[in-house]
């Protein structure tokens, strides 16, 4: 069946009316989600550099998505996203006889770390408390905030978009940046 040209007519110009198709991209927010997690991932439909569609990826969807392993919009020549934006904790070594995927990114479980000073889940009473890096208990300080505006985050609440996403990810991974994040220097 054809679809009539005045109709695809219409659609490329609602489609232009709209400010094209969106681009998408990976996006992460240091905000505790509804099921408990304590960060969420999302990938993210942008048009003129405002987010207008947002779908929360779990981390297994995400991992999978950022390292080509499955199709994604904002992944579409299957790249490993983790190789390319030098995030070492989530790839294997250059020299790995496997050179296959991690199935993990052991930086995703201290994003926490940057907005809390202590775990902010109640643990046994036999458990130690895991540290944070904030300076304050529940948000970042205003200095680790003008930190994270580097990455594209305004707000505690807000995104870290894309390709700045990933350079956050790999930074997490360096004890300098770390060390400066957490205490100034």
């Not at 200095?143 to 580097?150: P, S, V």
Request: contains cysteine; positive net charge; aromatic residues 10%.
């Amino acid at each position: 069946m054809r679809v009539p040209a005045l109709i695809i007519a219409s659609l490329l110009a609602l489609m232009a009316l709209a400010g094209g198709p969106a681009k998408y991209a990976f996006a992460l927010s240091l905000s505790p989600s509804t099921d408990g997690r304590l960060f969420c991932l999302f990938l993210v439909g942008l048009r003129d550099s405002a987010v207008v569609e947002s779908r929360p990826l779990t981390r297994e969807s995400f991992i999978r998505q950022v390292q080509g392993r499955t199709f994604s919009h904002a992944n579409p020549d299957a790249e490993d996203l983790f190789r390319k934006y030098d995030v070492k904790a989530c790839t294997l070594p250059p020299d790995s006889a496997a050179m296959g995927f991690l199935t993990d990114c052991t930086t995703l479980d201290d994003l926490w770390k940057l907005r809390y000073w202590e775990y902010p889940v109640k643990t046994a009473d036999s458990q130690h408390m895991a540290k944070g890096w904030s300076e304050k208990p529940l948000v970042p300080s205003p200095r680790q905030m003008q930190i994270l505006a580097g990455y594209g985050l305004r707000y505690p609440n807000g995104l870290i978009i894309g390709e700045q996403l990933f350079r956050l990810l790999r930074d997490m991974g360096d004890p300098a940046w770390v060390n400066n994040y957490r205490n100034g220097g």
